[in-house]
């Protein structure tokens, strides 16, 4: 065994990281030991105090340092309208977009009843709360089109379609940039199926 | 700006390691503040523990967490065979072969200089004390068959030849599993010259 004690422990603690293997693990570990130690120990104290001092808003779910989060206390954004997203870093990515103004709600997780994760689990109850108590008119499903994503938004469509008067999902088709022949054949018929005119 | 205070120092932390770029560091960050809290700050102490835990070997630089290391303090490796290398990972690759049995000496960098790295930067001092002291005999040098390691080769095997009796270097060729077709031309000529029998 040549990783041992603190090293081994080391590696084993990055791999958890997403897209981190064991071989990308050492390289990280090795990098953070041969240079300058200070940024090591700048890496370890920003992960301690991020992780300090995030928490989940107390509205919506989203990963934040204030109470409530910047989205839920921006009293410039349209407040009947929100999108349901699986994870915190869905809202960055939207956000990134500029295209969408009103407000957020993460579920954390998708339902999997394989996997014991029902509806209390996604924060359900709470979700419906929130709906009720902003007068929500309108309901973004930002989910992945994957099983379990179609299957909690099919969940929630039947459950909260009394409650507002629009709910509506992301389209789905081929991504721009993408190449048919590598397409999926799902993608593709989805794709001839919601076609639109050219000139929309 | 949607990456703020210590999650945007965090994020800046993150990429500094090897193969992280803005986004795979920003999945990193948004992962370790969604997952447990414990698992976070495991990371972030394990980090400090390992950097105030090793060193550079006194003796052949590399990262330690004993004095000598394991390989130096090994009555059982070859004692008068060593094996020069850039990086201490690299002998942990070299180690996982199982192909040698002697010691190393780590020179942390390549002469470069360009940059300003001369012979006192890759610690040619201590490797020539090193050699004189150990009566090392054989000299491998594992150095990549770049710019900077030919000229770092051709700078040790010029200063260390009257030192010991043998100097080689790994062998340079095709890869296992590389394919011809994408193999550049300056790889190919060299396997031409350097072909050998079959039978070998």
Known sequence: ?????????????LKKLPGVG??????????????????????AESIRQTVENYHKCSVCNMLTDTEPC???????????????????QDVFLIEETGVFKGKYFVLGKLLSPLDGIGPDDIYFPKLKNYINREKIR????ALNPSAE?????SFLATELENLVEKI???ATGLPF????????????????KRRYSVKE
Chains 1, 2 share one sequence.
Request: hydrophobic letters at 40%; aromatic letters at 6%; proline letters at 0%.
């Open 138 to 141: 309108e309901i973004i499903l």
């Open 70 to 88: 910047i989205f839920c206390s921006d009293e410039n954004r349209q407040s009947q309208v929100i999108c349901i997203v699986e994870h915190s």
């Open 1 to 13: 065994m040549i990783f041992q004690g603190y090293l081994a422990d080391l590696i084993h603690n």
């Open 149 to 153: 994503g179609e299957s909690t938004m």
């Open 177 to 192: 940039g993408g190449d048919i022949e590598y397409t999926s054949s799902l993608t593709l018929e989805n794709a001839f």
């Open 168 to 170: 509506t999902r992301l």
């Open 22 to 43: 064991t071989k990308s693990a050492r390289r990280m570990a090795i990098h953070l030991l041969d240079k300058d130690k200070e940024e090591a120990l700048a890496l």
